[in-house]
């Protein structure tokens, strides 16, 4: 009998257990995967996430391994179109840093082992989850073998396709958007530096993120599923729409995905409570969904320590907690959609206008500001 069962041993799983353990919970993580992923998904860490972190300790180890992005610009065919500064930013963390996912799951898979080891347990499948009503039972299997775990709540950490939303019965209507997106890494090719860069090109957006190891992330709009991509083919388009060359044989990494979106219509059912994408798919362009699922781990542990610990009735902080977390995955999923709009083909007849009023519109401070704190979570 635990405290907490979290299921799913992503970063914000294991945030989440992080947390639980140094409130004085027994809280175990349970993660399908036998080995952590060395696949970059998620890279940026926006300033009110390193806010939390680094009140959780952790933020200072990310900090030393990634790179710190204190502007973005936007060109189009060769030019220069308009920018945005994150140097005024309130507080300690006046940029987004960027770190690889996998550095960003063994910081904190560390972490957590040198404090409460044992948390984590890989290679174990959750099945069934049953509420009884005083307590929650998981059916789970580890090599070939299955068992029962009980604990007195269940926070689902489980991704989109959750199954602890689905043993909760909780809907969570979606969105499927007609936009896809090829992705990859390669050697930093450019004179960009630690500048983010977006290329609005008559094809289709082009985004270029610096990362750790002179290395760059280049994500390119298509119009269509690709289930196979090729580092050639998206050095190709790359160099196509952005003039950019890049070097296919230093592809460190390589994915195509398409969007969608949802958000559960309850984060909190019984003892089973939802945090990141098991609540609020959004998404992948802008970056927001790690950041999200943090953020809703700082608000519900504290709530759920009180609840175990102190035996409160904490009815109404989880209501509200429930309703700040979904309004913040509402506007997460603004931002995207507007992120992905703007990334669309035009023809270059509405293009030109189109950046010329974005780049006018940059200059007024208020919408400066505007965009600045749109694109960093403020």
Request: glycine share 12%.
């Amino acid at each position: 009998m635990h405290d907490v069962l979290v299921v799913g041993g992503g970063p914000v799983g294991l945030y989440t257990a992080l947390l639980l353990r140094r409130a004085g919970l027994d809280a175990v993580v349970l993660e399908r995967r036998t080995e952590r992923s060395r696949y970059s998904r998620a890279i940026g860490i926006h300033p009110p996430a390193l806010a939390a972190l680094e009140s959780a300790g952790v933020a200072a180890a990310l900090i030393a391994r990634g790179v710190r992005i204190r502007e973005g610009t936007a060109r189009s065919r060769g030019e220069y179109v308009a920018g945005v500064s994150f140097g005024g930013l309130p507080g300690a963390h006046p940029y987004v840093l960027a770190v690889p996912q996998a550095v960003t799951e063994e910081v904190l898979e560390n972490m957590l082992d040198d404090e409460y080891p044992g948390t984590l347990r890989r290679g174990v499948a959750v099945g069934r989850i049953h509420d009884a009503g005083d307590r929650v039972f998981a059916d789970t299997r580890s090599e070939g073998v299955s068992g029962v775990l009980a604990a007195a709540l269940v926070i689902g950490a489980d991704g989109a396709r959750s199954s602890v939303r689905g043993a909760a019965g909780i809907s969570a209507p979606g969105l499927t958007y007609p936009d896809c997106y090829v992705m990859g890494d390669f050697a930093d090719s450019t004179v960009h530096g630690s500048t983010a860069v977006l290329y609005l090109e008559p094809g289709g957006i082009v985004e270029s993120f610096p990362l750790p190891g002179s290395v760059r992330r280049w994500v390119v709009w298509v119009g269509c599923p690709v289930e196979r991509p090729t580092a050639g083919g998206l050095a190709a388009l790359i160099a196509e729409r952005t003039g950019v060359g890049v070097e296919a044989g230093s592809n460190s990494m390589l994915s195509a995905f398409e969007v969608r979106s949802r958000v559960a219509r309850r984060f909190v059912a019984g003892r089973i409570a939802l945090v990141g994408d098991a609540a609020h798919e959004v998404s992948p362009i802008g970056g927001q969904g790690m950041n999200l699922g943090w953020l809703d781990a700082e608000r519900l542990v504290p709530i759920i320590a009180a609840s175990l610990l102190d035996k409160e009735d904490v009815g109404l902080r989880l209501r509200s907690f429930e309703t700040d977390r979904r309004k913040a995955a509402r506007r997460a999923r603004r931002i995207a959609h507007l992120n992905m709009a703007l990334g669309r083909p035009l023809p270059s007849a509405v293009l030109t206008p189109r950046n010329r009023l974005f780049a006018g519109l940059s200059r007024v401070p208020a919408v400066h500001s505007g965009l600045t704190r749109a694109f960093t979570m403020q």
